[in-house]
């Protein structure tokens, strides 16, 4: 159930502390697709790479270095891992100043990884958490390809 929990208050704050989020689509948006969940899509913006802000990208950055440095120690203690990530996450929610369809995309990478967090946070199967691992690691990749400052 904490997991759960995580994630509603997770999506809450990162919904309501982005300041003056603009809820406009732009349909001129055309560009190469690739498939984040099953409901959701991570678009490019008309060919380009979407720009955030800078807070956002260090975060992004210091969860790569965070995973980076716990595959060379080669550590096995995911919710460790996962407190450090989720602090994180943390910060670029709490410096969210992105607005309109680049804000909107960002979503679409940062609930998973959400997610993915909460899994490392609270699971006591370490298969689960190594798979979280992994779709974590896909999610950061994602990011770096759909997003620059």
């Known amino acids: 159930m904490k997991p759960i929990l995580f994630?509603?208050?997770?999506?809450?704050?990162l919904f309501t502390s982005c300041r003056s989020e603009n809820k406009s689509t732009n349909t001129d948006e055309i560009g190469?697709?690739?498939?984040?969940?099953?409901?959701?899509?991570l678009t490019f913006n008309k060919g380009d790479k979407w720009l955030v802000?800078?807070?956002?990208?260090?975060g992004v950055k210091n969860m790569e270095a965070?995973?980076?440095?716990?595959?060379?120690?080669?550590?096995?203690?995911?919710?460790?891992?996962?407190?450090?990530?989720s602090?994180?996450?943390?910060?670029?929610?709490?410096?969210?100043?992105m607005t309109g369809a680049s804000h909107d995309q960002l979503h679409v990478?940062?609930?998973?990884?959400?997610?993915?967090?909460?899994?490392?946070?609270?699971s006591n199967n370490?298969?689960?958490?190594?798979?979280?691992?992994?779709?974590?690691?896909?999610?950061i990749q994602a990011y770096f390809k759909h997003f620059n400052l």
């Open 53 to 58: 802000n800078t807070e956002t990208h260090e």
């Open 32 to 41: 190469h697709k690739i498939s984040i969940t099953d409901t959701l899509q």
């Open 66 to 85: 965070v995973i980076n440095e716990f595959k060379a120690e080669k550590s096995e203690n995911y919710k460790e891992l996962g407190n450090k990530l």
């Open 109 to 122: 990478v940062l609930v998973p990884m959400l997610d993915e967090i909460s899994v490392l946070r609270e």
């Open 7 to 13: 994630i509603l208050l997770a999506c809450v704050v």
């Open 87 to 97: 602090k994180q996450t943390s910060y670029v929610i709490k410096n969210c100043t």
């Open 126 to 139: 370490l298969i689960m958490a190594k798979t979280s691992l992994t779709n974590l690691e896909d999610l």
